[in-house]
Structures are given as structure tokens and as C-alpha cells.
């Protein structure tokens, strides 16, 4: 059924994305970047729905019997977003908020 290979798709591109991510962590480069745990994330960019977001592809991978985004629904710190300003942006965006860094004193 067409519900069924949609799932698997979904599923199977989570498998590649978390494995992706994965990889990239492990590179050196990445492991001198800030690493957050997911309060952290939310609480810099809380308008991004992360914990649904990283819960959705663990979902996903458990339909191969796969573990993904385990540890980044921890409280490790694993989370390494590498331009953290883009993702205050896009939460303030998703939220409806201004585009203003959060240091700007609202207008008189």
C-alpha cells in the first residue's frame, strides 16, 4: 500500500540523515564546536519544534529496528549546531517574532 512505501521512504531517509549527522560529529573539526543538550537547543531556539523533530526520525528508524537520535533526546551534550545565530533566527521566525538578534532592545 501506497501508506506503507511512504513510511518506509520517510523512514529510510531518516536512516541516511542520521547517519549522516552522525559521521559528521565524529569528524574532528566538529568536536571543538559548542555542543548543547536538547534543553539547551530549546531553550536557544524553543520556536523550532526539536524535541518532535528528533523524536520523529527515532521514530522512523525504529521501523528498520534502528537507533536513532537516542542520545540527542538524552541530556547529553551532543547537539552541535554549527551557525547557532541561523536557528535563533529560524525559531524567531517560525514563532512570528522579530528578525532583531534577542540583545536588541525593543523600539520606544
Same mark, same amino acid.
Given at each position: 500500500?501506497? %501508506?506503507? $512505501?511512504?513510511?518506509? %521512504? %520517510?523512514a529510510a531517509e531518516a536512516v541516511w540523515v542520521e547517519?549522516?549527522?552522525m559521521k559528521w560529529t565524529r569528524d574532528a573539526k566538529f568536536? !571543538?564546536?559548542?555542543?548543547y543538550t #536538547? !534543553?539547551? #537547543? $530549546?531553550?536557544?531556539a524553543g520556536g523550532?519544534?526539536?524535541? !518532535?523533530?528528533?523524536t520523529y526520525i527515532r521514530d522512523g528508524c525504529r521501523i528498520f529496528n534502528a537507533s536513532c537520535s537516542e542520545v540527542l533526546l538524552? $541530556? $547529553?551534550d !551532543? /547537539? /552541535?549546531p554549527t551557525k547557532p545565530l541561523f536557528f535563533q533566527r529560524l525559531s524567531r521566525a517560525l514563532t512570528g517574532a522579530s528578525s532583531a538578534p534577542p540583545s536588541t532592545p525593543p523600539p520606544p
Open positions: 500500500p501506497a %501508506g506503507e $512505501e511512504n513510511a518506509a %521512504g %520517510g547517519s549522516l549527522l568536536q !571543538r564546536k559548542q555542543r #536538547l !534543553r539547551q #537547543l $530549546e531553550d536557544m523550532v519544534p526539536w524535541r !518532535r523533530f528528533f538524552s $541530556e $547529553e !551532543r /547537539i /552541535i
